[in-house]
């Protein structure tokens, strides 16, 4: 990849010297107090119960300093403003959005770095998966990291409760960021094995230490599934055991968290991304149950999600004074991060997810209006409540698979292949395709990876009926577009099912770590 800087190294003006003092010094102040009030995980946890949506105001001033002073202070920010004239912008959105293609992928990293010096003692360099393209390469200082862990910790007591918390660590151990920055964040609250996603050695240590520990297992969400299913074939005493399952990176279904859930305490998930942070949302009891009432709720999922919506979408808490989040005009998120120890600074940036953002107090107006709901949703907000906003998630915006008029999530085919199916543990993972027939009609395939291949022919033909007819069924449920399609035109209901052994077709050149749900025909 070729990247350039175009904005010279001049030096400041006197006037820029003096914009970039006083701005230094009120995002200083900003970044200094918020600090100090969440120092330790404990203070972390108080503000995430007792955050006040007024203080939503305070975060977007916050973000705006962030971009004001990085327009003074970073090199390729400087040199990006320029053709836009928006380097005097005084309004967060009056300054251009960022991405990878404009702007990561312009300049490099040491001009996208604060006065455009990379160097220094405790820099850590992650990598991206490379989902979207060639894998990118995100810097982050001793101060930024220090926040990052702090925040991670805090999560965690919260969210999986234990008092002899043992976390198996379960993701790449690579130059990924979501890896080594778990071990290195909850290594300050708990015991922490970093095994990587190893199945044999996450199976030793449990068998190692024994039952004595409150398990939290960090993983990828199919990895946790292979856990799950592998544990289930070597007759593994899960009551005598305490585990719970933190997962991010990708989407889970409800249908998937219910799987885990027969066997582990809790699956909670988080949302981040290399480019960003590991920690820009988390899943609480509450989230948890919203979404699954979206899923039944016809009145909530309009005053939510819109008229028309029919999809699922993850539902995170976040905190603006640290990741302060926008929704543009084509509903893609937006990110800053405010802080002024972010070394190389997130400014509206777009990381091509779509989303929704609502504050809480809108949340529960619209939760009040109907009694019984709200009497079950203050049972359901327990201990590991916050007070924080809440960013609705639906990923990628083109990861779909178009046919008949209609969009098939990755999302919605999970929803079909392990709800209700007898036969999910024999299932790996899967990715969709578009089969171009011989008469140039398109028919959907759904391609599954099994677990082995030591299935008869009554076996597969089993499991391939049992996935086609849970995805016809929920597809029909959720998608009005698909049901208008299966009445008006019974061949929309030809939806091709095809088994793999592990590590053939087009599993051949996947990761094992992350799926990729959209693959070409072959």
Same mark, same amino acid.
Request: proline content about 5%.
């Given at each position: 990849? *070729?990247?350039?800087?175009?904005?010279?190294?001049?030096?400041?003006?006197?006037?820029?010297?003096?914009?970039?003092?006083?701005?230094?010094?009120?995002?200083?102040?900003?970044?200094?107090?918020?600090?100090?009030?969440?120092?330790?995980?404990?203070?972390?946890?108080?503000?995430?119960?007792?955050?006040?949506?007024?203080?939503?105001?305070?975060?977007?001033?916050?973000?705006?300093?962030?971009?004001?002073?990085?327009?003074?202070?970073?090199?390729?920010?400087?040199?990006?403003?320029?053709?836009?004239?928006?380097?005097?912008?005084?309004?967060?959105?009056?300054?251009?959005?960022?991405?990878?293609? *404009?702007?990561?992928?312009?300049?490099?990293?040491?001009?996208?770095?604060?006065?455009?010096?990379?160097?220094?003692?405790?820099?850590?360099?992650?990598?991206?998966?490379?989902?979207?393209?060639?894998?990118?390469?995100?810097?982050?200082?001793?101060?930024?990291?220090?926040?990052?862990?702090?925040?991670?910790?805090?999560?965690?007591?919260?969210?999986?409760?234990?008092?002899?918390?043992?976390?198996?660590?379960?993701?790449?151990?690579?130059?990924?960021?979501?890896?080594?920055?778990?071990?290195?964040?909850?290594?300050?609250?708990?015991?922490?094995?970093?095994?990587?996603?190893?199945?044999?050695?996450?199976?030793?240590?449990?068998?190692?230490?024994?039952?004595?520990?409150?398990?939290?297992?960090?993983?990828?969400?199919?990895?946790?599934?292979?856990?799950?299913?592998?544990?289930?074939?070597?007759?593994?005493?899960?009551?005598a055991y305490r585990l719970q399952g933190m997962v991010g990176g990708e989407a889970m279904t409800e249908a998937l968290r219910d799987y885990l859930e027969q066997r582990f305490t809790r699956v909670r998930s988080g949302y981040g991304a290399?480019?960003?942070?590991? $920690?820009?949302?988390?899943?609480?009891?509450?989230?948890?149950?919203?979404?699954?009432?979206?899923?039944?709720?016809?009145?909530?999922?309009?005053?939510?999600? $819109?008229?028309?919506?029919?999809?699922?979408?993850?539902?995170?808490?976040?905190?603006?004074?640290?990741?302060?989040?926008?929704? *543009?005009?084509?509903?893609?998120?937006?990110?800053?991060?405010?802080?002024?120890?972010?070394?190389?600074?997130?400014?509206?940036?777009?990381?091509?997810?779509?989303?929704?953002?609502?504050?809480?107090?809108?949340?529960?107006?619209?939760?009040?209006?109907?009694?019984?709901?709200?009497?079950?949703?203050?049972?359901?907000?327990?201990?590991?409540?916050?007070?924080?906003?809440?960013?609705?998630?639906?990923?990628?915006?083109?990861?779909?698979?178009?046919?008949?008029?209609?969009?098939?999530?990755?999302?919605?085919?999970?929803y079909g292949l392990y709800q209700d199916n007898p036969l999910a543990d024999r299932i790996s993972r899967f990715c969709l395709s578009l089969e171009e027939l011989p008469d140039l009609e398109s028919r959907p395939v759904v391609n599954l990876?099994?677990?082995?291949?030591?299935?008869?022919?009554?076996?597969?033909?089993?499991?391939?009926?049992?996935?086609?007819?849970?995805?016809?069924?929920?597809?029909?449920?959720?998608?009005?577009?698909?049901?208008?399609?299966?009445?008006?035109?019974?061949?929309?209901?030809?939806?091709?099912?095809?088994?793999?052994?592990?590590?053939? $077709?087009?599993?051949?050149?996947?990761?094992?770590?992350?799926?990729?749900?959209?693959?070409?025909?072959?």
């Amino acid at each position: 990849m *070729n990247r350039t800087f175009t904005g010279g190294t001049r030096r400041a003006t006197a006037r820029e010297r003096a914009r970039s003092i006083r701005l230094r010094t009120v995002s200083g102040t900003l970044t200094g107090v918020y600090h100090a009030a969440t120092a330790h995980p404990a203070l972390w946890r108080r503000m995430a119960r007792t955050y006040h949506p007024s203080l939503t105001r305070l975060a977007r001033a916050h973000a705006t300093a962030a971009c004001r002073l990085a327009a003074v202070e970073v090199p390729a920010y400087r040199a990006f403003l320029q053709p836009s004239g928006s380097g005097n912008a005084k309004r967060l959105t009056d300054f251009p959005e960022t991405d990878k293609s *404009n702007y990561a992928g312009r300049y490099d990293e040491e001009s996208r770095c604060r006065r455009g010096r990379l160097h220094r003692a405790g820099v850590i360099v992650d990598e991206s998966s490379g989902s979207t393209g060639t894998p990118f390469n995100w810097a982050r200082g001793p101060k930024e990291l220090r926040t990052i862990y702090r925040n991670a910790a805090g999560y965690v007591q919260l969210a999986f409760p234990g008092d002899r918390l043992f976390v198996i660590n379960a993701y790449s151990m690579g130059a990924w960021a979501t890896g080594t920055t778990t071990g290195a964040a909850l290594a300050r609250i708990a015991m922490v094995k970093n095994t990587g996603p190893d199945l044999d050695k996450i199976i030793d240590t449990l068998r190692h230490f024994g039952p004595g520990y409150d398990y939290v297992v960090a993983a990828y969400p199919p990895f946790l599934k292979h856990l799950r299913d592998r544990l289930d074939e070597l007759g593994f005493d899960w009551d005598a055991y305490r585990l719970q399952g933190m997962v991010g990176g990708e989407a889970m279904t409800e249908a998937l968290r219910d799987y885990l859930e027969q066997r582990f305490t809790r699956v909670r998930s988080g949302y981040g991304a290399s480019d960003l942070s590991i $920690g820009i949302g988390a899943e609480t009891g509450f989230t948890v149950w919203l979404r699954k009432q979206l899923a039944t709720d016809a009145e909530l999922r309009r005053a939510l999600l $819109g008229a028309d919506e029919q999809r699922l979408p993850m539902i995170f808490h976040y905190n603006p004074l640290e990741t302060f989040l926008e929704v *543009n005009e084509r509903s893609e998120l937006l990110c800053t991060i405010t802080s002024r120890h972010c070394l190389q600074p997130k400014l509206r940036y777009n990381i091509g997810d779509e989303a929704r953002v609502h504050a809480l107090p809108a949340v529960l107006g619209a939760l009040r209006r109907d009694p019984e709901r709200w009497a079950e949703f203050q049972r359901h907000r327990g201990a590991d409540r916050m007070n924080l906003p809440l960013l609705f998630l639906y990923g990628r915006a083109d990861s779909t698979v178009s046919y008949m008029g209609a969009n098939l999530y990755p999302q919605d085919v999970e929803y079909g292949l392990y709800q209700d199916n007898p036969l999910a543990d024999r299932i790996s993972r899967f990715c969709l395709s578009l089969e171009e027939l011989p008469d140039l009609e398109s028919r959907p395939v759904v391609n599954l990876e099994l677990r082995d291949g030591d299935l008869d022919a009554a076996e597969r033909l089993r499991l391939t009926e049992s996935c086609r007819d849970g995805v016809l069924s929920h597809l029909a449920q959720v998608s009005r577009d698909f049901a208008a399609s299966l009445r008006e035109d019974p061949t929309a209901a030809d939806l091709r099912v095809r088994l793999y052994e592990p590590g053939a $077709g087009p599993f051949a050149a996947m990761t094992k770590l992350k799926n990729s749900y959209l693959v070409e025909a072959s």
